[in-house]
């Protein structure tokens, strides 16, 4: 490692080399910049790394182990022996510095006068982060991590990795909208089997979907303007809404999804393949209805196609986009559910005129693709047919699943209104119970050794209460126990 | 592959299940949504697909044949055998449909009103993208390919991309600021090789430098507050303060860097290693004045630190962030430059007091880590010391470069001031001449088959022009060519 200290600015405050040196290594060790047992370079190697005879440096190295900052080990080296007093208590401690000498002790308190984005953004709900459960979790929304075929993506990774070096100058930086293959590879998927035309410079290949949903939110949306929002939704849309300043507008979700009507706004964020959570198909009529209000309106559809790949039993659920003649519709698809979500890819279809902005949006934040090699190595995964390969192997794995839990369910049905689905990686149902009867279901769920995922519906009185069971991250068995533990805490006592 | 039509739609528009089969195919195949020779599902698959009696599907697929839309070949299945006359032509060109029937014309020309965020985007200069220029590029960025160590970083990334579905469960999704091992790395690093007091709590993973630069930009500046940037800086800095809607204060640059002054401002971008792009280094004494302004007025100093891990000669490049006692200073790092620009992996050192503001930030965009995978690929690569090794490597390699670069510019020295340095990536030197002869310059140098990245300065009269000669991705050959042609492009005829 090259070692490094603030050597520049200390000889500038010292009147000799040699005391420049000494301060500079000293306070480094008493700060915890190195810790006890870090091994020094040799008194060479920094004489020559920072001009000083070799002289120097041994007496500086003589009189900080007389001292005891540092210890000798022969034919070892010179080591740190001090154990900086706070160097491991206090966590989030901030840069360099003399610490516990003359600093002031507020640092951490240094004023920071945000933006309005930045004051608006931290009053928002945060994400809920990880919490040590260990029960059954429902609420997982991770993958089954087994059926991810390692050997074969790791060659895919490897060849692009290697070939990067050889490829023409002009494409190793690519567009920033993404590798021109994986492009592609995503466009010729659309159209043979979700029957979408599409082409790909249509396409945008982003982090997660919810960086679409974000840049989308910041071009189209300005100060005060409306956007519908499906109630309940993934609450990362309401977050977006308001990151852009704009106001959101609650609709409706039934049994056919997402009830229309005539909005004064902007856009709609919709997930009419399967309403996320309730899982509700969004009728043909609605969706025409939708259509027209979008042309009538000039506004844009915003369709979140989350998981629908997954489909059980029955028809083949049909994205919304399909019906779009007037460029209205932008397509959010992800690889997340379909890959692992440690390799987060998702894409946006955009009418051909959102193209440009949204190539500026992502620019802003990075010109360049930030993922190339594993952009890459998903195209020559789909182009070599791995990627369909895995999806049957898993489709058959959550079918199983599926199968399952919808054969589970009708034994909790007293309490629940089960929503009825052929597709998805999770399954919904509403608390027939009061709101405080639902709060104590769940408590009683956690004391058992189950959790799940929540929805709610602000009602005039009541809101209402519903689960959504992820079946994707439980094997078999924990699917049958943590079902009869549902039962037992829904039936109380 | 699943092959899917608009059925569900086409149903209900038609009176028969055989005619809504007939007009999904036929519009489908009309549009270009499958292009001449794909292979259609055998009619027992699509009968399965869609609920349909594998005569109905017979049925259809003979006419389609008879009407030339299909082809089959006996034992291989039917085929698309219509070649859609858009759909090699009109490039973006829109969602499904059925083309030049009965769609409005003017589809791409479908009105947005973009925010006036995306409007400002718009207006802003776009970044420059490749064009196919053959000659001897001193303006690519782009590292030497052929000294990364495919093996090594191979290995590593396939074993974490095996254990990644061993972790506990509350590791895998990881936090919105990056994966703990790789921050802990990096803290590791910057507390050896810089002399940082790190801790990994403060320690962002972004894709690129510029989308911490971004993000920052939209934390810290409201609509029309004042930001300080070098000039000449790096053309993303002004990008992101003006999508922040903030207002720039230019701030003079001379061989010292930064020229401090008591500005009105919320923050200032510097590069106090390395000046981008002169490659001045910011003395002491104005470090000093840098830190003193920040602290007064309550402003952050963001650091951007691209390049000075390649120190050729000479004393040890220090960041001003060693010397920050009162957490004004963003520092800004990056891998874009050390690994490949393909495994885009830069970071954030916050002060304690942005720690949660920059991760709501970053969580709007994408609440989880986007590229999780790679992140701890390189974490594992630290940990066993490739990193370094590699870092020592591309040293050695550049050095080389360097070397001979700065031996051979005294030849063309009459034309330009070269800026001494002795670290980084590039050289720089101001033209002596005026606009209009560097105009011309630089048109013969493209003529001769030689180009440059340029930075301009505005002067009161006349603006001074600055080349900015990049090595790391010319051969020492092309080198000693590029600057013969250069010298002849400058002595002109």
Redesign the interface.
Same mark, same amino acid.
């Given at each position: 490692?090259?070692?490094?200290?603030?050597?520049?600015?200390y000889s !500038?405050k010292h009147p000799t080399k040699t005391l420049a040196l000494y301060h500079a290594l000293r306070d480094?060790i008493v /700060?915890?910049?190195?810790t006890r047992g870090?091994r020094l370079p040799s008194t060479r190697d920094l004489a020559v =790394?920072?001009?000083l005879s070799r002289g120097t440096v041994n007496q500086v190295y003589d009189t900080l182990t007389s001292e005891g900052y540092l210890q000798s080990a022969t034919g070892r080296g010179t080591f740190v022996a001090f154990e900086a007093a706070d160097s491991a208590g206090d /966590?989030? *401690?901030?840069?360099?510095?003399e610490?516990g000498t003359d600093?002031?002790h507020n640092? *951490?308190?240094?004023? $920071?006068?945000?933006?309005?984005? /930045?004051s608006r953004?931290?009053s928002?709900p945060?994400?809920d982060? /990880?919490?040590?459960f260990e029960g059954i979790?429902f609420g997982?929304h @991770?993958p089954d $991590?087994?059926t991810?075929p390692?050997e074969e993506?790791?060659r895919c990774?490897?060849a692009q990795?290697?070939a @990067?070096?050889?490829l023409p100058? !002009?494409?190793?930086?690519s567009?920033?909208l993404g590798d021109w293959q994986l492009r592609e590879g995503i466009a010729q $998927?659309l159209?043979?089997?979700?029957?979408?035309?599409? =082409?790909p410079?249509?396409i945008a290949i982003v982090?997660?979907s919810?960086?679409a949903i974000? %840049?989308l939110m910041? %071009? %189209? &949306?300005?100060?005060g303007?409306p956007v519908v929002a499906e109630t309940p939704a993934y609450s990362?849309i309401r977050?977006?809404i308001q990151?852009?300043q704009g106001r959101c507008i609650d609709a409706e979700v039934d049994g056919d999804g997402l009830v229309p009507a005539d909005w004064d706004a902007?856009a709609v964020f919709v997930t009419p393949t399967r309403q996320f959570p309730t899982g509700a198909v969004l009728s043909?009529e609605r969706?025409q209805a939708l259509l027209r209000w979008a042309r009538e309106r000039?506004a &844009?559809i915003v369709e979140d196609d989350y998981d629908s790949?997954f489909r059980h039993r029955?028809? *083949?659920l049909?994205p919304l986009? +399909? %019906?779009?003649?007037?460029?209205? +519709?932008v397509y959010v698809g992800s690889f997340t559910k379909t890959l692992?979500? *440690?390799?987060?890819i998702g894409y946006a279809?955009l009418?051909?005129?959102? +193209?440009?902005?949204f190539r500026?949006?992502m620019? @802003? $934040?990075?010109?360049?693709?930030?993922?190339?090699?594993?952009q890459?190595t998903l195209a020559a995964f789909m182009a070599a047919g791995h990627y !369909?390969r895995h999806l049957r192997r898993m489709k058959r794995i959550y079918s199983r699943k599926f199968a399952l839990l919808t054969q589970l369910l009708p034994s909790i049905s007293g309490q629940f209104d089960w929503v009825e689905s052929d597709a998805g990686l999770h399954v919904f149902g509403w608390w027939r119970g009061t709101e405080e009867s639902y709060a104590a279901f769940r408590e009683r769920g956690r004391h058992l050794g189950v959790r799940w995922s929540e929805a709610s519906m602000q009602g005039p009185e009541q809101s209402r209460y519903g689960v959504l069971l992820n079946f994707t991250?439980v094997t078999e068995a924990e699917l049958a126990e943590g079902v009869r533990r549902m039962k037992q805490a829904a039936e109380g006592e």
């Amino acid at each position: 490692v090259q070692f490094q200290i603030a050597f520049a600015s200390y000889s !500038e405050k010292h009147p000799t080399k040699t005391l420049a040196l000494y301060h500079a290594l000293r306070d480094a060790i008493v /700060a915890g910049v190195w810790t006890r047992g870090t091994r020094l370079p040799s008194t060479r190697d920094l004489a020559v =790394q920072y001009g000083l005879s070799r002289g120097t440096v041994n007496q500086v190295y003589d009189t900080l182990t007389s001292e005891g900052y540092l210890q000798s080990a022969t034919g070892r080296g010179t080591f740190v022996a001090f154990e900086a007093a706070d160097s491991a208590g206090d /966590a989030v *401690s901030g840069a360099s510095g003399e610490k516990g000498t003359d600093l002031p002790h507020n640092r *951490s308190q240094a004023a $920071y006068r945000l933006s309005p984005w /930045a004051s608006r953004l931290v009053s928002l709900p945060s994400i809920d982060g /990880a919490d040590g459960f260990e029960g059954i979790d429902f609420g997982s929304h @991770l993958p089954d $991590y087994s059926t991810f075929p390692h050997e074969e993506w790791n060659r895919c990774y490897y060849a692009q990795v290697r070939a @990067l070096g050889k490829l023409p100058r !002009e494409r190793r930086d690519s567009d920033t909208l993404g590798d021109w293959q994986l492009r592609e590879g995503i466009a010729q $998927y659309l159209r043979r089997a979700r029957g979408m035309a599409v =082409q790909p410079e249509q396409i945008a290949i982003v982090g997660g979907s919810m960086q679409a949903i974000a %840049l989308l939110m910041q %071009l %189209l &949306v300005g100060p005060g303007e409306p956007v519908v929002a499906e109630t309940p939704a993934y609450s990362g849309i309401r977050r977006a809404i308001q990151a852009a300043q704009g106001r959101c507008i609650d609709a409706e979700v039934d049994g056919d999804g997402l009830v229309p009507a005539d909005w004064d706004a902007k856009a709609v964020f919709v997930t009419p393949t399967r309403q996320f959570p309730t899982g509700a198909v969004l009728s043909l009529e609605r969706r025409q209805a939708l259509l027209r209000w979008a042309r009538e309106r000039e506004a &844009v559809i915003v369709e979140d196609d989350y998981d629908s790949e997954f489909r059980h039993r029955g028809r *083949s659920l049909e994205p919304l986009k +399909v %019906l779009d003649r007037d460029d209205r +519709v932008v397509y959010v698809g992800s690889f997340t559910k379909t890959l692992l979500p *440690s390799i987060r890819i998702g894409y946006a279809v955009l009418p051909p005129a959102l +193209v440009e902005p949204f190539r500026r949006a992502m620019g @802003l $934040y990075e010109p360049y693709p930030v993922h190339l090699a594993e952009q890459r190595t998903l195209a020559a995964f789909m182009a070599a047919g791995h990627y !369909e390969r895995h999806l049957r192997r898993m489709k058959r794995i959550y079918s199983r699943k599926f199968a399952l839990l919808t054969q589970l369910l009708p034994s909790i049905s007293g309490q629940f209104d089960w929503v009825e689905s052929d597709a998805g990686l999770h399954v919904f149902g509403w608390w027939r119970g009061t709101e405080e009867s639902y709060a104590a279901f769940r408590e009683r769920g956690r004391h058992l050794g189950v959790r799940w995922s929540e929805a709610s519906m602000q009602g005039p009185e009541q809101s209402r209460y519903g689960v959504l069971l992820n079946f994707t991250d439980v094997t078999e068995a924990e699917l049958a126990e943590g079902v009869r533990r549902m039962k037992q805490a829904a039936e109380g006592e």
